[in-house]
C-alpha cells in the first residue's frame, strides 16, 4: 500500500492523506481507521485523529472499552474536554476498574496540565 511506503519514509503527513483516501474504498477496516487516526495525531491533526478513533468506536471493535478510551484520548488532544469525559465515562462502563481510563477521568476532572 502507498501509505506504508510513506510511513517508511517518514512522511507522516502524505501517508496520511493516502489512507483518508483507502477508507473512502474501504470504511468498515478497522485497522485503517486506528492507523489514520495515529497517523493525524503524530502530525497534530487531532480533529481528523478524533474522527477517526469516533470511526473505529462506531464499527463495534472487539475492545469497545479501549477504543472508547482511545477516542477519549483523541477528544482531550483535540481540546473537546466534553467528548473527553462523555467517552471515557462509556470506557468505564465496560470495564470499570480500567486503571488508565479511571486516570484520564481524574485529569480531566481535576483540571490538571493534560486535562484542562
Not at 36 to 49: D, I, K, M, Q, S
Not at 53 to 75: C, E
Not at 80 to 106: H, M, T, W, Y
Request: aromatic letters at 6%; charged letters at 20%; proline letters at 5%.
Amino acid at each position: 500500500m502507498h501509505a506504508d511506503v510513506l510511513e517508511q519514509l517518514d512522511r507522516p503527513k502524505e501517508a496520511a492523506d493516502a489512507l483518508d483516501k483507502a477508507v473512502l474504498v474501504w470504511p468498515y477496516e478497522i485497522e485503517l481507521h486506528q492507523r489514520l487516526a495515529t497517523l493525524h495525531a503524530e502530525v497534530g491533526n487531532y480533529p481528523l485523529a478524533s474522527r477517526e478513533r469516533a470511526a473505529v468506536v462506531a464499527l463495534n471493535p472487539t475492545d469497545k472499552a479501549q477504543a472508547l478510551y482511545a477516542l477519549a484520548i483523541a477528544y482531550q488532544e483535540a481540546g473537546n474536554l466534553i467528548g473527553a469525559r462523555s467517552a471515557v465515562l462509556q470506557a468505564l462502563e465496560i470495564a470499570p476498574n480500567f486503571d488508565a481510563a479511571l486516570e484520564l477521568l481524574l485529569i480531566l476532572r481535576s483540571g490538571l496540565p493534560g486535562g484542562s
